[in-house]
């Protein structure tokens, strides 16, 4: 029997705290979207995947291809995704106890033979559904499951809320969503430069400077910075996780995940609230360095993962307000560095 306290669940693996009777977009399991029928059997006893040539249908357009044939295209995908992919039978007889971050979940089964059993939900990576599996292969229950996670906070081993136990950045870069042809859906991309009367460590200096974030002021209807504070600071820097609030009430979360100060840094935003947690799976911002004398040319790239075809089109949208309130930034960064040197 599950124990839950006003609606929420109580402390567990990973990012946890799923409200009872809620998806982690705050939908109720009865309003449709990724949880099926409670009552019904669990339709599954092994790892479960669409089969390949689901995959191969994915749409594959020139870079060139008109703006309106991508939409169209993309739009049939999604559909195609939804009902062959995201469809609540899928996950009949199952219940979301815990979110892994990104889209990705684990499922506690509840009704027919894999009852009490924990399984992991990778669609968003289009690797369907399977079995979590202890170190000797087993499927995992959940007493299993969670008293594990109770005798690794009780060993000082995890702290809340925690990553991994193999952190992404240390494994590799997590693959986006890609289809088995090996074509990734194309993230919304751009770059802005500019000339900063500086060196490069200093850029890296001021970035943690989280004290100086608020002068991120948006542009248009994107929200600027209203605060920043550690979550999480690690010795190497890698790791570091920075909660940002922002103007609009919206938060998200940054995390380093490169940092080499003379060169090129990187880091990853997430843990979006709505409604940007309904479009996007993440955003990766690179800042890339070449020094000169007295000054260093600045590259400052961003990647849009949106969270399925039909939410391109609007984080092209956000892309272009951010890119404006990016090329204001590093206007302001010059411009402030010149009045310290006059």
Not at 21 to 31: L, N, Q, V
Not at 54 to 64: A, K, Q, S, Y
Not at 78 to 95: K, T, V, Y
Not at 198 to 215: K, T, V
């Amino acid at each position: 029997m599950l124990h839950h306290r006003d609606r929420r669940w109580e402390a567990g693996p990973y990012y946890d705290d799923l409200p009872f009777g809620k998806d982690d977009d705050d939908r109720d399991w009865a309003g449709g979207g990724l949880v099926g029928d409670p009552g019904t059997p669990f339709p599954h006893q092994a790892a479960w995947n669409l089969p390949d040539s689901f995959w191969e249908g994915e749409p594959d357009w020139p870079d060139d291809a008109p703006a309106e044939e991508q939409v169209r295209l993309m739009e049939a995908w999604d559909r195609e995704l939804e009902a062959h992919s995201w469809n609540p039978a899928i996950m009949a007889g199952a219940i979301q106890i815990c979110r892994k971050g990104c889209a990705l979940r684990q499922w506690l089964v509840i009704q027919g033979e894999r009852r009490g059993f924990i399984w992991d939900d990778k669609r968003v990576d289009h690797a369907g559904i399977a079995p979590v599996l202890d170190a000797s292969g087993q499927p995992v229950t959940f007493t299993g499951w969670y008293t594990a996670w109770l005798d690794d906070s009780l060993g000082g081993k995890n702290d809340l809320p925690t990553p991994p136990l193999v952190p992404w950045w240390r494994r590799g870069r997590r693959p986006i969503p890609r289809s088995r042809r090996g074509n990734a859906m194309k993230p919304v991309s751009f770059s802005c430069r500019e000339t900063l009367p500086c060196p490069p460590e200093r850029i890296a200096r001021l970035i943690l400077d989280l004290s100086l974030w608020p002068q991120f002021r948006g542009y248009g209807v994107l929200p600027g910075i209203k605060s920043a504070e550690f979550e999480r600071q690690t010795p190497e820097i890698v790791g570091t996780r920075i909660r940002v609030a922002n103007t609009d009430g919206s938060t998200h979360v940054e995390e380093i995940v490169e940092w080499d100060p003379q060169r090129r840094l990187m880091l990853r935003m997430g843990d979006f609230s709505p409604p940007l947690s309904r479009l996007a799976t993440h955003f990766e911002e690179s800042w890339d360095f070449s020094p000169a004398v007295d000054e260093t040319q600045v590259v400052r790239s961003f990647e849009l993962q949106p969270m399925s075809a039909r939410a391109r089109p609007v984080l092209w949208m956000i892309s272009l307000f951010l890119k404006r309130a990016i090329d204001g930034h590093l206007r302001e960064m010059r411009e402030a560095m010149s009045g310290e040197m006059d």
